[in-house]
């Protein structure tokens, strides 16, 4: 009698604890790829003559961009990696007719909910849901076109922003994700997979 009124206490114990998730969806061995769409800004420098004088200006366009992305676990909260993509958009005035871009550079995210679910120690989905903010800097090329010309200048570009994302895994593997911020990430949204 004194067993059965002792397992009946176990399992009474198990059912009535909340169920903490075992599995992250961030951790320091996590390894993701990102393929977004969505709407970024980076800052053109550009030459242009008045005269017989050469100048340098900077400017900003707002373009659609298709983006990948690799992120790799360096710490329990804390991921680096890449960023790249090929972006464009038509132009609007001065003979400008649009642009195509390559960006290249560096993404560091702070995967901070996980910390709060460590620390709470609830079941808050933390096994499928993954919020961080982070932080990004790169260059790259522009390609841009011009109605009164058949020649393609080609222009650097630099980008430098902050960001703030969520990514939900249905599976294990596969998840939807979503960024917001400034420089490479207007607003994009896409799919994360880990490997």
């Avoid at 659609?64 to 958009?89: A, C, D, P």
């Avoid at 960024?179 to 949204?189: D, I, R, T």
Wanted: hydrophobic share 40%; proline share 3%.
């Amino acid at each position: 009698m004194k067993k059965i009124l002792t397992i009946l206490m176990i399992v009474s114990a198990l059912t009535v604890t909340p169920n903490i998730a075992q599995g992250q969806a961030w951790t320091k061995d996590t390894k993701i790829l990102v393929l977004d769409f969505g709407i970024s800004q980076f800052y053109h420098m550009d030459n242009y003559y008045y005269g017989n004088v050469k100048n340098h200006s900077w400017y900003s366009p707002t373009t659609l961009q298709l983006n990948f992305q690799g992120e790799f676990g360096i710490h329990k909260y804390v991921g680096l990696g890449f960023t790249t993509g090929i972006g464009g958009r038509r132009g609007w005035n001065n003979g400008y007719s649009g642009e195509v871009n390559i960006p290249i550079g560096m993404i560091a995210n702070f995967h901070f909910y996980q910390l709060i679910a460590d620390k709470s120690g609830k079941n808050i989905h933390a096994d499928k849901l993954d919020i961080y903010v982070g932080a990004e800097m790169g260059s790259g090329l522009a390609f841009t076109f011009y109605n009164y010309t058949s020649t393609v200048r080609v222009v650097p570009l630099a980008f430098g922003g902050i960001h703030a994302g969520i990514r939900y895994y249905f599976t294990p593997k596969v998840g939807v994700s979503c960024e917001l911020g400034w420089g490479k990430s207007f607003a994009n949204v896409g799919f994360a997979f880990k490997l």
